[in-house]
């Protein structure tokens, strides 16, 4: 009996039907990634209305695909019975991006067993091939890796070259022309390297370099530097570049950055490993050429002689502070013994004042370090000494802003603008230091013996005492005097005001008071010491209006309607032989006084002279007060060591307990070295750079120069880079 099909359809496996009454379902298998499991499936049930089965399989490990990541994916397979949904399940699967495998053969052992092995020798086919071509691609690049970097150099030279050449211009008879800079020592090295290249090529000489007959801007900066001002010259030219034949800033720089931070960072002990630390580098500057180190290792190695030196000033000034590690050190004989080791106790004076052997040989004798007055000590002597070192610094900054206005021959800015400053510098600033060291060379002793009523009949010093049973003495003179007799009436040296000259004055009531209240001196060091304030005072308001005005009237009734520019200037760095050469390149520097280079305008220029002015005279003081950040970070320093050693040592060293000190010794080299060798370090670095910047170099530096870029082979490869 043969039975009918309950519906037609196809007949065999794959098509989506059955046989008579075969009930097999049709299948489709394969690979989905799992992020689109979910969308999947609700894809496939709304499409097929659910007349399908559809189940999921995790695989463990994620697969690579064509794009070489790795992804998570799925294992599905469909379990349907129509023609029409095998259609649909298709074009989903390929919307899908998913894989789909064959799996008719599942029923048919033999012809699978067969695929498999097939498939198993094309893949081992396909892996040797693949190694095989891996294995050459390697050996092709080991090969070609030794000449790659060589490739890259040629390739780096020649489109520099090109680069270059494209700036030329065309020229008559297909000739190129070309104008630059060049420096004047090497232009005989360039004709020689021309000639030596067309002779090589057996060309023609129709090569040449020629100096040009036209007015040339204002030429460009260059600097030969060292490896010790290298970095130095960096510093300048991070603040701006100098003017061509300006005074170089750098110069300088070198010498006076390195004290400045020694002044703020002075002590032996971290001074030392500065020191140390630089010398490592110095001693192993060859790391600095290796292509491997990191931008911020190769800008320590480029200032290895830069902290060398910082180093060496911070031990300097260690030695005059007697500081090491906040511990004074008793290097030669004390002039000051302690008859007892408790607080509120007087030293003995072993030496009389004025006795050479009362003088320490070197730096603070130290027993300020142990005395109840320290701090006001060592205040005083570096507040003074930071005020002294700027006013010195700031005046040297004002002498080469005359250099420059004589170089350039600019005797307007040298008499309108120099000579006020200048007076108004040493005028009131000056006097400031003047007036420090007068106060330092004074025995006031002597001076405050001279105003005092002790003396006897005899004239002796300190032989008679006012008190209760004795009312009266006798003062320097032989006057007598008793508890009710005013100073100025006990001084015999008559310099006038409340101390006539036996009181030492307060410095800055002395300064303040020269402006506030000219004319008179309350305590003055020195005879006609009012007449001497009352001239430098009127120099200094002098100085104003002659730095304000002189030079933009002076401009103003000599200008004249300006011609049409028309010059003979060459370059000035070509040759040296044509006068018009070096002073073209000094106008094209000295005429930017303000007025720039249009019409004249009077307004412009007197509103920019008010400007420096202004900028000149409030600048001076608060330049000045500026300084003091020397003392401030000075004693920050030396504070912060002393809190350090008295925390974290003595007090573990005052326990007895050896467990105790290895710990408080760790923690307090742990605290110096971040704290003090670290943080403190940059703070003084940067403190130091500003001083130079801003106080120092505002004085006579314009920065308004830019800098020679020679084509230069070597700083094209110096870019070059394998990665």
């Known amino acids: 009996m043969v039975e009918a099909p309950l519906m037609p359809g196809e007949r065999g496996g794959g098509g989506g039907g059955y046989q008579g009454d ?208 290298d970095a130095y010259q960096e510093f300048v030219n991070t603040y701006g570049i100098p003017r061509y034949r300006e005074i170089n800033p750098a110069l300088f720089t070198a010498a006076t950055f390195p004290f400045l931070f020694g002044v703020m960072y002075g002590d032996i002990g971290h001074g030392t490993c500065l020191t140390l630390a630089g010398l490592y580098l110095i001693l192993t500057e060859k790391n600095a050429d290796n292509r491997n180190l990191d931008e911020m290792m190769k800008g320590v190695y480029s200032a290895r002689y830069m902290l060398f030196m910082m180093g060496i000033y911070a031990v300097y000034c260690g030695f005059i502070y007697n500081d090491y590690f906040s511990i004074a050190l008793k290097l030669f004989p004390t002039n000051y013994e302690y008859e007892e ?73 040298f008499f309108c603008e120099f000579l006020p400053m200048i007076l108004f510098d040493i005028g009131f600033f000056g006097y400031m230091v003047i007036l420090i060291f007068i106060k330092w060379s004074i025995n006031w002793d002597e001076r405050m013996q001279k105003g005092s009523c002790n003396y006897d009949a005899n004239g002796t010093p300190a032989a008679c005492q006012l008190s209760d049973t004795q009312l009266t003495c006798y003062s320097y003179n032989g006057d007598v005097c008793d ?57 200094a308001f002098f100085c104003v209006p002659w730095l304000l005005l002189i030079k933009p009237f002076y401009l103003k009734f000599t200008h004249k309607p300006a011609a049409p520019a028309h010059g003979g200037g060459t370059n000035p760095l070509l040759d040296g032989e044509d006068a018009a050469s070096d002073n073209s390149a000094t106008g094209a520097i000295t005429h930017d006084h303000g007025h720039g280079h249009g019409e004249f305008d009077f307004g412009e220029i007197f509103i920019h002279q008010a400007i420096e002015t202004i900028e000149f005279v409030l600048g001076m003081v608060s330049n000045t007060a500026s300084y003091l950040r020397l003392w401030a970070l000075s004693l920050a320093h030396s504070e912060l060591a002393t809190v350090f050693w008295e925390k974290a040592m003595v007090s573990m060293i005052n326990t007895g307990n050896p467990v105790m000190v290895y710990f408080g010794y760790a923690v307090f080299a742990c605290v110096s070295f971040a704290v003090l060798l670290c943080m403190d370090l940059l703070e003084c670095f940067l403190h130091a750079l500003r001083l130079h910047w801003v106080e120092f170099q505002s004085k006579f530096f314009k920065a308004d120069g830019y800098r020679f870029q020679p084509f230069d082979f070597k700083a094209v490869l110096a870019r070059a880079s394998l990665d």
Not at 155 to 174: C, I, M, P, W
Not at 175 to 198: E, M, N, T
Not at 512 to 517: V, Y
């Open 483 to 539: 508890a009710d007799t005013e100073l100025v009436d006990l001084c015999p040296l008559d310099y006038g005001g409340t101390g006539d000259g036996c009181q030492p004055p307060n410095l800055i009531s002395t300064l303040i008071n020269i402006a506030l209240a000219p004319g008179s001196v309350d305590e003055p060091m020195y005879e006609g010491q009012v007449g001497v304030q009352t001239f430098l005072l009127l120099l």
């Open 341 to 413: 080791h408790e607080a509120n106790v007087e030293a003995k004076v072993l030496h009389p004042y004025g006795d050479s052997s009362a003088v320490y040989p070197f730096g603070v004798d130290p027993a300020w370090h142990i005395s109840d007055n320290e701090l006001l000590f060592f205040n005083s002597m570096k507040m003074k000494m930071s005020v002294v070192l700027g006013i010195i610094q700031m005046t040297l900054g004002l002498f080469l802003r005359g250099l420059n206005s004589l170089y350039f021959h600019s005797y307007l800015d």
């Open 22 to 229: 075969d009930m097999t379902f049709t299948n489709v298998a394969g690979v989905l990634p799992a992020a689109d499991k979910e969308q999947f499936e609700r894809m496939l049930f709304r499409s097929t209305r659910g007349n399908c089965y559809v189940r999921f399989a995790d695989i463990e490990e994620p697969l690579v695909d064509a794009t070489g990541q790795k992804v998570s994916k799925v294992v599905f397979m469909i379990f349907f019975k129509s023609t029409a949904i095998e259609a649909k399940i298709k074009r989903i699967c390929d919307a899908f991006s998913a894989h789909r495998f064959d799996l008719k053969k599942l029923d048919r052992p033999r012809e699978l067993q067969a695929q498999q092995d097939a498939n198993q020798r094309e893949l081992e086919d396909a892996k040797r091939i693949l190694d095989k071509n891996t294995e050459t691609r390697v050996r092709i690049c080991v090969d070609v890796a030794q000449y790659l970097e060589e490739w890259l150099w040629t390739v780096r030279r020649e489109k520099a070259t090109y680069h270059t050449l494209n700036l030329f211009r065309s020229d008559v008879g297909n000739f190129l022309r070309g104008q630059g800079w060049i420096l004047k020592d090497s232009l005989g090295k360039a004709r020689s390297a021309l000639d030596r290249a067309q002779a090589t090529l057996n060309l023609p000489p129709t090569s040449m370099i020629e100096r040009v007959m036209e007015v040339w801007p204002t030429p460009p900066t260059h600097f030969r530097t060292n490896k010790f001002t």
